[in-house]
């Protein structure tokens, strides 16, 4: 079974930083686009980033140009969020995703960011 275990959340006060990690396993990592999604009380759910498999093309929502970068390490298994300039509308689970096609679309738990002075 696929595994997706997130981490690096917590509370930052606005215009802080963090790091989020996704940690994959049980599938070839290097095959596949990694995404960051995220989900704020009371809305959808919503793309954050994406990032191609080599990490040679990376995508981003408009709220978070110039201020997040997704990052992948292959030897890792990891893909990462980094996030500056942080704002109160950052505040959000954040999940990552593994889209391996055929229906095969798999989350983590998710990891709760909290922006607030």
């Known amino acids: 079974q696929v595994q997706l275990v997130e981490s690096g959340g917590g509370l930052v006060h606005p215009g802080g930083s963090l790091r989020l990690s996704c940690a994959a396993s049980?599938?070839?990592?290097?095959?596949?686009?990694m995404r960051w999604y995220r989900q704020a009380p009371g809305k959808e759910r919503e793309l954050v980033a994406g990032?191609?498999?080599?990490?040679?093309?990376?995508n981003y929502a408009d709220s978070v140009k110039g201020r997040f970068t997704i990052s992948r390490d292959n030897a890792k298994n990891t893909v990462y969020l980094q996030m500056n300039n942080l704002k109160p509308e950052d505040t959000a689970v954040y999940y990552c995703?593994?889209?391996?096609?055929?229906?095969?679309?798999?989350w983590g738990k998710g990891t709760l960011v909290t922006v607030s002075s």
């Open positions: 995703n593994a889209n391996l096609g055929y229906g095969m679309d798999y």
């Open positions: 049980r599938f070839t990592f290097s095959s596949y686009a």
């Open positions: 990032i191609s498999r080599v990490g040679g093309l990376t």
